[in-house]
């Protein structure tokens, strides 16, 4: 059974950066894509980024180029580099694995807070 887990986030001034890392246990198989969402308090989860298996990548509108999803076969892990943080940006933010047949897992998410 594949376990996510996040690390890199944490408190960062407006204007600041991020890179936040997912790794990935377990056996990924017949994976379709891997992924980051976010949910900030109040709202709903929302997608960010996700990169199929053919290194596709896709990002939501609000990313603007400030976001950059990549991942590392080898290492069963996704990460999401994140350049000119905002307040808005402010969200917990969780990888997610999608597989063919198979439920979507997802991490514990880890906490971006973008404030002076």
């Known amino acids: 059974q594949v376990q996510l887990v996040e690390s890199g986030g944490g408190l960062v001034q407006p204007g600041g950066s991020l890179r936040l890392s997912c790794a990935a246990s377990?056996?990924?198989?017949?994976?379709?894509?891997m992924g980051w969402y976010r949910q900030a308090p109040g709202k709903q989860r929302e997608l960010v980024a996700v990169?199929?298996?053919?290194?596709?990548?896709h990002y939501a509108d609000f990313v603007k180029g400030r976001f950059t999803i990549s991942r590392d076969n080898a290492k069963n892990a996704v990460y999401l580099q994140i350049t000119n943080l905002k307040p808005e940006d402010t969200a917990v933010y969780y990888c997610?694995?999608?597989?063919?047949?198979?439920?979507?897992?997802w991490g514990q998410g880890t906490l971006v807070t973008v404030s002076s």
């Open positions: 990169i199929d298996s053919g290194d596709r990548r």
């Open positions: 377990g056996s990924i198989f017949s994976l379709r894509a």
């Open positions: 997610n694995v999608d597989q063919w047949g198979k439920a979507p897992v």
